[in-house]
């Protein structure tokens, strides 16, 4: 495995569609062909942010053999930077795959027809379910939202109908 060293300054999108607001830097096309050559989607990475440790945070293809890393809040309070900031970047493929959420998963087990629609997803589905879980910032937010995909996975509902379901319920 290769391992990516470089210092880079942290941007913000304005006005750029989904990504409106993000917070990211750039990984140049020499460093990603570096880290994954001939790759062009997105990728989990590991290793350092100054000194700060991360690991299966995904790499996102903007074009022309560029990449970006979107560093959400929790990142930027971690590592204490922001828009316009350096940043010495550390990094290496991370090879390990992301596990389910143990919570969801055991709640899961309880209810044979939402677990076998669960299984019957992808695995890269299954994980955007659990990911919606684990970014949850309070214990009430997490049991609700495994009710939630609890209750969508019973119904064979899409992601998207999951939440649409739940924003007309709390209306």
């Known amino acids: 495995m290769a391992l990516t ?33 001939g790759n062009r989607k997105s990728f989990r990475v590991k290793g350092f942010l100054d000194k700060h ?3 299966g945070i995904a790499l996102i293809p903007m074009g022309e053999g560029n990449f970006i890393m979107p560093l959400k809040n929790d990142i930027r309070k971690l590592i204490k930077k922001g828009q316009g900031d350096s940043l010495h970047v550390r990094i290496e493929v991370d090879k390990e795959d992301y596990q389910l959420n ?15 629609n669960f299984y019957k997803l992808s695995r890269s589905h299954q994980n955007y379910y659990s990911k919606y879980v684990d970014a949850a910032k309070t214990e009430a937010t997490k049991t609700k939202r495994i009710v939630l995909v609890v209750n969508a996975m019973h119904l064979n509902l899409s992601y998207a109908e999951m939440l649409r379901n739940a924003r007309e319920i709390s209306q």
């Open 5 to 37: 060293t470089f210092d880079t300054i942290i941007e913000k999108f304005g006005k750029q569609g989904e990504k409106t607001g993000w917070t990211y830097f750039v990984v140049p096309v020499d460093m990603a062909e570096m880290l994954s050559p």
């Open 53 to 55: 440790k991360i690991s």
């Open 102 to 116: 143990t919570d969801l998963v055991e709640c899961l087990k309880d209810e044979e027809t939402a677990s076998m």
